[in-house]
């Protein structure tokens, strides 16, 4: 009875979670015994099921009813008391020790009492400051609600660059300029040496990414990345401090036009074949519409300091990308390259 941090500590690196994720796990397990932690403790027998038994040992590990065991034979019961069997189980269910959130006093944050070293060596990258600080500096009314560069300790509870103070991120907040998914486009535009990887929207880039560097490829974690954009940065650009949003300014914000936005002219109703304005029906003609819709896209290309595409009426190749871009960079619009009336609204916000 009683058992230490430093005791927690140890059982848990012979599971094998990693050095990074120890203090957690230990705090976790001191949380689920308010500090005095019982190796034979056994949790409320009357939140039993007919499939779910009571919760045991150092980890408060929920166990399965024998009927059961097949399916995850860590949960027995019968051996929970066991404190190296109960940290197995442990790492078994989050995932290799880095993902805490199946534990109540973890979901709840009463484990940060338990903490040691709540900030974990994080020593925030320069080069992750200077991309928050330039955000702010563009945009100075831009919410930072997930803002974060070394995170708070869910964040830290998985392992990732935040650990490292190498990634950063940006809260989205478009209605103050501040389009984190736009910015980051650019970003991946640029292929911004400092990147290892980006996620946003579901979706995840960076230049050693298997299959064609810098594409984007979808992004199946827990967090969708949605209300914020996610960049990581090589340990050798920790000090690069240079501009990341390059140029985008407050007078230019991000993905939003640079002059005086104005009411979306009506949509010119073009149905055709694919129920608006693409490169199937448009690359081999000039159109003055296909012109307007290339003249907003370079408005919202300029925002975020990426590569204008020719205005010339045709609907071609970059024309194309430019509304993929555009369309990938609103949520909930559908990426088919193709302008119709609601890609056409959107233009003009
Ligand atoms: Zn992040």
């Known amino acids: 009875v009683g058992w230490s941090w430093e005791q927690l ?12 994720h120890l203090d957690i796990a230990a705090a976790v397990s001191l949380a689920e015994h308010r500090g005095n932690v019982d190796p034979s403790a056994v949790g409320d027998l009357k939140l039993q099921t007919e499939k779910w038994g009571p919760s045991y040992g150092l980890w408060q590990i929920r166990s399965l009813k024998p009927k059961y065991l097949h399916l995850e034979p860590w949960r027995d019961g019968s051996r929970l008391a066991d404190p190296h069997f109960n940290a197995r189980a442990m790492y078994r269910i989050s995932k290799g020790g880095i993902n805490f959130t199946p534990w109540s006093t973890f979901e ?12 974990m060596g994080c020593a925030p990258a320069p080069a992750c400051r200077a991309a928050l600080t330039e955000a702010t500096k563009n945009w100075p009314n831009r919410r930072k609600t ?4 070394c995170g708070d300790p869910r964040h830290q509870a998985r392992v990732s660059d935040h650990n490292s103070g190498q990634a950063w991120d940006l809260s989205h907040d478009p209605a103050h300029g501040c389009d984190a ?5 650019g970003i991946r535009q640029r292929q911004d040496k400092r990147v290892k990887y980006i996620i946003s929207n579901r979706r995840i880039c960076g230049p050693g990414s298997s299959g064609g560097g810098w594409n984007w490829k979808s992004y199946s974690g827990n967090n969708p990345h949605s209300i914020h954009a996610h960049v990581s940065i090589w340990p050798s650009a920790r000090n690069a401090t ?9 007078e230019a914000p991000a993905s939003t036009p640079a002059t005086t936005p104005s009411a979306a002219p009506p949509y010119p109703g073009y149905g055709g074949r694919y129920g608006g304005y693409n490169r199937a029906e448009f690359e ?5 519409n296909v012109r307007t819709i290339q ?9 975020v300091g990426a590569t204008q595409i020719g205005a010339d009426g045709r609907f071609g190749r970059k024309t194309e990308d430019a509304v993929k871009w555009f369309q990938r960079s609103r949520r909930g619009m559908k990426v088919d390259g193709t302008v119709g009336a609601k890609t056409w609204g959107e233009l003009w916000k």
Request: hydrophobic share 35%.
């Open 9 to 20: 500590v140890e059982v848990a690196r012979n599971a094998g979670v990693p050095g990074s």
């Open 108 to 119: 709840d944050g009463l484990y940060r009492q338990y903490l040691r070293g709540v900030e």
């Open 146 to 149: 997930s803002d974060g560069i």
């Open 181 to 185: 998914h736009a910015l980051v486009e």
């Open 242 to 250: 240079g501009s990341w949003f390059g140029g985008a300014t407050a």
């Open 284 to 288: 081999n003609k000039v159109d003055g």
């Open 295 to 303: 003249e907003r896209l370079n408005l919202h290309l300029k925002g």
